[in-house]
């Protein structure tokens, strides 16, 4: 659809499993961000990788872990969740210049994974 | 508050009629950014206004930006079943090592047929 593609789409998962979220960007973008959406809450930022590296750990848990082995890809691998952490976790890519957003800049979203911990 | 507010935060009006949506914020931004969600789908972006802009159209989208009052608003006009979804706003907050957007809570606008 935009561009932005991540799997699963939906996930259940117990709080011992181990799983990972997968986005991939076909955009050519260089920034790419994790992004956690819980019922009544604004979109929270998580993490943010500008050309593989993480600018940005927006003091999450340990129990997810980012992975950015290139700028189209990135991982979230989760391990001991809790049941709040369901929620839909969305990830984005963006064109990022100095280290900021350039001023015409927006984000493009993907579908988002819908993550249940039971 | 947060740095990005919506109000309302449900709307519902008749197909055909206006939707006006609002964001307040609270610092100094480089950008103001619309979004559009879908029922659990993506964000998809609808249009960035700069802070030395006071006004954008696209389509049947207005934005006014006004940074004396720290607001901006979405227009919808004429508007249709199909633009039922959530609309946010975010901010690009100027100044030090700043390259995020911050996410309000959304409107839910409801348009029936």
């Known amino acids: 659809e935009t561009g932005v593609t991540q799997t699963p789409r939906h996930l259940v998962m117990g709080m011992t499993n181990k799983k990972s979220l997968k986005c991939e960007q076909h955009?050519?973008?260089?920034?790419m961000y994790w992004y956690k959406q819980s019922a009544k809450k604004p979109l929270e930022l998580m993490f943010v990788?500008?050309?593989?590296?993480?600018?940005e750990n927006n003091s999450v848990p340990s129990r997810f872990s980012p992975e950015c082995p290139n700028s189209s890809h990135l991982f979230l691998h989760l391990h001991t969740l809790q049941p709040e952490d369901s929620a839909l976790y969305l990830c984005?890519?963006?064109?990022?210049?100095?280290?900021?957003?350039?001023?015409?800049?927006?984000?493009?979203f993907g579908p988002g994974t819908r993550l249940t911990v039971l | 508050s947060q740095q990005g507010e919506e109000d309302p935060q449900a709307l519902s009006i008749q197909e055909g009629e206006n939707a006006t949506m609002n964001c307040s914020y609270k610092?100094?931004?480089?950008?103001l950014q619309w979004y559009r969600q879908n029922s659990g789908r993506g964000l998809v972006h609808l249009i960035l206004?700069?802070?030395?802009?006071r006004e954008k159209h696209s389509g049947r989208l207005r934005v006014t930006l006004d940074t004396s009052k720290k607001s901006s608003s979405l227009l919808i006009t004429a508007s249709r079943a199909a633009d039922t979804a959530s609309y946010f706003c975010?901010?690009?907050?100027?100044?030090?090592?700043?390259?995020?957007?911050?996410f309000g809570k959304g409107t839910l606008l409801t348009v029936n047929p």
């Open positions: 984005a890519s963006s064109r990022m210049e100095g280290g900021r957003l350039g001023l015409m800049d927006e984000q493009f």
């Open positions: 955009l050519g973008h260089n920034a």
């Open positions: 990788y500008n050309f593989k590296e993480q600018t």
């Open positions: 610092t100094s931004i480089n950008n």
């Open positions: 206004i700069r802070s030395n802009e």
């Open positions: 975010a901010t690009e907050v100027s100044g030090g090592s700043n390259y995020k957007l911050t």
